[in-house]
């Protein structure tokens, strides 16, 4: 079965660029879309983009300007890169694998909490 | 305030049924048929339950079920056990993005 890790940095300070590695076990990334999601305290997940393990990579429009994904097949992993980061990107982010054509999230990481403070 | 309205939480007893409603649009629930509904445990991977609206990932109890109508889309548990105590919450794809509920606490009495 496919496994998810998240990994980085839990504490960024505001204006600075927060990091995020997910590492893909138990499957190849050569395969599917990989997303990143959060979820900030208290409040409702929120897809963050995906990208494809070409490279190709699509973005939520209110984050757009402040992201960058990145795919490293020699590793299985992707990766997260979030600029500019303010106290409203508090929150936990998670990975998961991408089912385009259903729509759906097949497997997920634990997450893992980001908090954003000087 | 999240995109979709999902009831903050819900109780039942021991082999009773719940259902937990999922409430969007028209431009996400209600313009395409990519419902996927997630179980989360506390500390745990988000596990998908349903997917394109109603199809049941192999593995996932037939105690489980979901219907949909307009815009609102619904997760009934039957028979309700202590191991069905978690957060759920729905998703939409919603034209070039996807969309969430804010999930809903289940309790089992």
């Known amino acids: 079965q496919v496994q998810l890790q998240e990994s980085g940095p839990g504490l960024a300070k505001p204006s600075e660029t927060l990091s995020l590695i997910c590492t893909v076990s138990?499957?190849?990334?050569?395969?599917?879309?990989w997303s990143w999601l959060r979820q900030p305290p208290g409040k409702g997940l929120e897809w963050i983009g995906h990208i494809f393990y070409t490279g190709t990579s699509n973005y939520n429009p209110s984050l757009k300007s402040r992201v960058t994904m990145s795919v490293d097949t020699s590793q299985n992993q992707f990766s997260l890169r979030l600029t500019s980061v303010t106290a409203a990107d508090t929150a936990v982010y998670y990975c998961?694998?991408?089912?385009?054509?259903?729509?759906?999230?097949?497997?997920w990481g634990r997450g893992t909490p980001v908090t954003v403070s000087s | 305030q999240s995109a979709l309205t999902q009831p903050a939480s819900v109780s039942g007893s021991p082999g009773q049924s719940i259902t937990i409603s999922c409430t969007g649009t028209s431009s996400d629930i209600g313009g395409y048929n990519l419902v996927s509904w997630y179980r989360h445990y506390p500390g745990k991977a988000p596990q998908l339950i349903f997917y394109?609206?109603?199809k049941r990932p192999s593995g996932i109890s037939n105690r489980f079920s979901v219907s949909k109508s307009g815009n609102t889309a619904s997760l009934t548990i039957s028979g309700l056990q202590a191991e069905d105590e978690a957060d759920y919450f729905c998703c939409s794809f919603a034209s070039s993005t996807w969309v969430f509920g804010g999930g809903t606490k289940l309790t089992v009495l």
């Open positions: 138990h499957g190849s990334i050569r395969s599917k879309y």
């Open positions: 394109q609206d109603t």
């Open positions: 998961a694998r991408t089912d385009i054509l259903s729509g759906s999230f097949d497997f």
